[in-house]
């Protein structure tokens, strides 16, 4: 790695753009603290990993883990939707905050359907292309080639061309710089550590920027994707955004200091400390919820009171923790005035909270779960 050279900026006339080297090669890794912090990374996951083994009904609580995933995504990206707001319905959003709401939702929806394709399709180009189709749809950027790689120059930064603070490789390029990042992503001749893998496709994918719109999006959910595709993790419970939004500047910064400075190694050891304090953050977020769930259970058999209706609404509760009284009815088969008596009963347990201070269109949070993930 002492000897990498992340590529060359190239004069195309009026402005430089920046060609990456290619990253489907020998890699050769002598830093100790990065090998230091690669062994710390893998012993955290293994640990956050266990706990999609032997917790119930794993996948109730990793929709949560999606919602903010996408919520701190797109906040990096601009958007100002939190996980509160991502929970409510379309109708119940502002009119001035329903594109943000959108695209935290296509977000979702790209993250669980590619999680699903990856049964039957691999972690490659095809796949990320379908993925960028679905966080694309009926958006802000739905104009701009969903699912295809671009076609013409893009920047990141600056008002225009000229003042950008960043310029990707020309679009000609850019199927076989993404060819290239594939079979890195499955070559099995050179070995190197799946964690240092990812940290360098994702690095390579932000600078190739293959779309005209989405790319920053894309490329923080491949992280999740190639996780999963390797097995390292058995379900989608690691997300790196939150670490990335809360050291925004670190993050920009590291990535350009590859192309600018060749420093791979700094970008290496800033990915590993997320992977590192992410997945402890996982951890200690699903201790709290089994905690929180067996003191709820135990308060609801104590009330001796519509046990198995209550039951049955939490399960619900812990995948979107946000409810109103016709979907309470819906759970339960229980009429309207039974159904705002088991609202209430939950209201008075501290378990659910009412948000709207309204008297019709009563909409209900199970507020202590949501503050485990913010």
């Known amino acids: 790695m002492n000897n990498y050279k992340s590529g060359n900026f190239e ?47 794993i996948d109730m609580f990793i929709s949560m883990h999606v919602l903010k995933e996408a919520t701190q995504s797109s906040k990096i990206e601009g ?53 960028h189709k679905i966080l694309l749809q009926g958006v802000r950027g739905q104009n701009k ?21 960043f310029i990707p490789p020309v679009q000609n390029s850019v199927a076989e710089l993404m060819s290239d990042l594939e079979k890195f992503a499955h070559n099995e001749e050179f070995y190197f550590p799946d964690l240092l893998k990812i940290a360098l496709i994702h690095y390579q994918f932000e600078t190739i920027h293959p779309f005209l719109d989405g790319n920053g999006r894309v ?7 190639y996780l999963v595709d390797k097995t390292i993790l058995k379900k989608p419970v690691l997300y790196l955004s939150d670490f990335f939004e809360r050291n925004r500047k670190y993050y920009y910064d590291n990535l350009m200091n590859v192309r600018t400075k060749n420093d791979l190694k700094q970008w290496f050891k800033f990915f590993l400390v997320g992977i590192i304090e992410t997945a402890k953050s996982g951890i200690n977020t699903f201790d709290a919820v ?12 104590i009330t001796g009171n519509r046990i198995h209706h209550l039951l049955s609404i939490m399960e619900f509760l812990y995948q979107k923790p946000t409810v109103n009284v016709f979907k ?22 501290k378990i659910l909270k009412e948000i709207t201070g309204s008297k019709r269109g009563k909409i209900y949070v199970f507020d202590t779960y949501i503050k485990l993930f913010n």
């Not at 893998?42 to 640990?47: E, F, N």
């Not at 296509?106 to 590619?114: F, P, S």
């Not at 490329?219 to 994707?225: H, N, Q, V």
């Open 11 to 57: 004069n195309q006339g009026y402005y430089k753009s920046f060609q990456p080297s290619f990253i489907n090669k020998h890699w050769l890794l002598d830093d100790m603290e990065i090998q230091q912090l690669l062994s710390q990374a893998d012993r955290q996951l293994g640990r956050l990993d266990m706990y999609s083994e032997y917790i119930p009904n």
């Open 79 to 131: 958007t100002q939707t939190n996980i509160e707001e991502a929970l409510l319905d379309k109708e119940d959003i502002v009119l001035d905050k329903r594109d943000d709401w959108e695209e935290v939702q296509n977000y979702i929806e790209a993250m669980n359907t590619a999680i699903k394709q990856l049964d039957t399709l691999p972690f490659s180009t095809r796949l990320i292309k379908e993925t």
């Open 145 to 165: 080639l969903p699912g295809e790689f671009r076609t013409s120059q893009n920047w990141i930064g600056g008002a225009s061309i000229n003042d950008a603070t």
């Open 219 to 225: 490329g923080r959910l491949l992280i999740t994707l």
């Open 290 to 301: 089994l905690k929180l769930k067996k003191d709820i259970d135990e308060k609801i058999k």
């Open 328 to 349: 309470v009815i819906e759970i339960t088969g229980v009429s309207q005035v039974t159904a705002y008596k088991i609202l209430e009963d939950l209201v008075a347990m």
